[in-house]
């Protein structure tokens, strides 16, 4: 094991994957030369040389394009999307195609297409650079949804992204990036998709999130035990596509109450097609109704102040709680 920060952990991945399979191929914006906006390919290039690490204009519909073209000619490509807020201008390639010729070519064509992208707010970007869009991607079969919250989930998981045949949405919450964290150095260490992790266990509520919320989920659950002794158990979903719902409903029938966070808008999010399986699941079990603490109901505002109201705290987890025993 060895202590890094998440864009490390996802730069050893990429690493050791590229010197596993010649196939794989890097391309996106500023990759290369820059490292990307994020740091997480600095290096890359020197190591691995332009044939492999290849800079592209702001041509986000093309970069995804020319992926899903190499992928389909027996390549296994990574397309780095600078922020999940650019992903917009390649909707039509990632849902339309990628997610698409597996099953509109009865299974002659896949795509093994590893898309990495960067989510969230909480960095004064205003509201076109903070969108929290990994339920969008989820809503859409074809593809697998991947958002990890730690630096050894991040490694794990994104090598066994390349070992899929099919595309990979490949989430990362810009607060993550500097987190720090111990990883296997083992180079076949791989987190499987589909399997939730209980990060902490407890006997009176379920706390559910992905990507940055699992951390506010973590600081929540230590204000309830130390300040109002409620004892909260806390998952990290991993991926949403697949979804692990059998550790969620396993653990709503121990506690009897679930609360989901998530960053993005409550209104239509992740969050609700989670609180509908709980509810479809595990009913009779249910003392209070799945509670949702998500971002308010606007877009994210540049303002530092503004913004912090908007998205959700530990605080509102709290809050969320403590309504479900008052009832």
């Known amino acids: 094991m060895a202590e890094m920060r998440m864009r490390d952990a996802l730069r ?7 010197l596993r399979d010649e196939r794989i ?7 290369g030369l820059y490292g990307g906006s994020y740091a997480v390919t600095k290096g890359l290039l020197e190591e691995f040389g332009e044939e492999r690490v290849r800079d592209t204009p702001i041509a986000e519909s093309a ?4 992926g899903i073209g190499a992928a389909m000619g027996g390549m296994h ?10 992903s917009f201008l ?17 299974g002659q064509i896949n795509v093994p297409l590893v898309i990495r992208m960067a989510s969230g707010g909480g960095s004064q970007l205003a509201a076109t650079h903070s969108h929290s869009l990994e339920g969008l991607y989820a809503h859409f079969p074809g593809l697998k949804v991947v958002c990890p919250s730690t630096p050894a989930d991040a490694k794990g998981l994104l090598k066994r992204a390349f070992r899929d045949e099919n595309t990979v949405i490949f989430i990362e919450h810009t607060a993550n990036y500097g987190l720090r964290g111990e990883v296997p150095d083992d180079p076949d260490f791989l987190v499987e998709f589909g399997v939730a992790n209980v990060v902490r266990e407890g006997t009176d509520v379920t706390i559910v999130g992905y990507s940055g919320s699992v951390h506010q989920a973590i600081r929540a659950a230590q204000l309830l035990e130390e300040q109002e002794e409620i004892s909260a158990e806390v998952i990290d979903l991993r991926t949403l596509r697949p979804l692990d719902i059998d550790t969620v409903v396993a653990s709503v029938k121990k506690t009897n109450r679930a609360v989901v966070v998530e960053d993005a808008w409550k209104f239509g999010g992740f969050g609700g097609e989670l609180a509908a399986q709980i509810m479809e699941r595990a009913f009779d079990w249910l003392d ?12 994210l505002p540049y303002n530092r102040n ?4 908007a998205l959700p705290s530990e ?5 969320a709680v403590l309504g479900m025993f008052k009832e």
């Not at 050893?12 to 590229?18: F, H, P, S, V």
């Not at 970069?63 to 020319?66: L, R, Y």
């Not at 209070?288 to 877009?299: G, L, M, S, Y």
């Not at 605080?315 to 809050?319: A, L, R």
């Open 12 to 18: 050893e991945a990429l690493r050791e994957e590229m």
């Open 25 to 31: 191929f890097l391309l996106g914006e500023d990759i």
């Open 63 to 66: 970069i995804v394009g020319i």
């Open 77 to 86: 490509p990574m397309v780095e999307i600078m922020t999940i807020n650019f």
């Open 90 to 106: 390649a909707l039509d390639q990632i849902v339309n195609n990628a997610a698409k010729l597996l099953y509109m070519s009865n």
């Open 288 to 299: 209070a109704p799945v509670a949702r603490v998500a971002c308010k109901d606007v877009p």
């Open 306 to 309: 503004l913004e912090f109201y």
């Open 315 to 319: 605080e509102d987890v709290v809050e």
